[in-house]
Nanobody, 114 residues
Framework: QVQLVESGGGLVQPGWSLRLSCVASGIIFSFRQTGWYRQVPGKQRELVADISSGGSTNYADSVKGRFTISRDNAKNTVYLQMNSLKPDDTAVYYC????????WGQGTQVTVSS
């Protein structure tokens, strides 16, 4: 059974940092394209960043220069380092991994507020 489990969300002040983690069981991230998406109530889920099986990365314009996606193949974990957080980054963040099939985690809440 495939399972993606996100962690690392929380409540932080503007300008602070958080690191999200996504651990997979049942699939191997290094063979797949894996990304972080986020969603706020009333809006569509949007891509934040993703990393290909070859290690190429892609970022939404709104997070370029602030967020970094990375992958630890030994731990089968994908990370999202989020720096200089803004209130607009507040959302539920989801991990998604795709190859021939697509799997989603349950999401982790990130709230940026003073």
């Amino acid at each position: 059974q495939v399972q993606l489990v996100e962690s690392g969300g929380g409540l932080v002040q503007p300008g602070w940092s958080l690191r999200l983690s996504c651990v997979a069981s049942g699939i191997i991230f290094s063979f797949r394209q894996t990304g972080w998406y986020r969603q706020v109530p009333g809006k569509q889920r949007e891509l934040v960043a993703d990393i290909s099986s070859g290690g190429s990365t892609n970022y939404a314009d709104s997070v370029k220069g602030r967020f970094t996606i990375s992958r630890d193949n030994a731990k089968n974990t994908v990370y999202l380092q989020m720096n200089s957080l803004k209130p607009d980054d507040t959302a539920v963040y989801y991990c998604m991994s795709r190859r021939m099939s697509e799997y989603w985690g349950q999401g982790t809440q990130v709230t940026v507020s003073s």
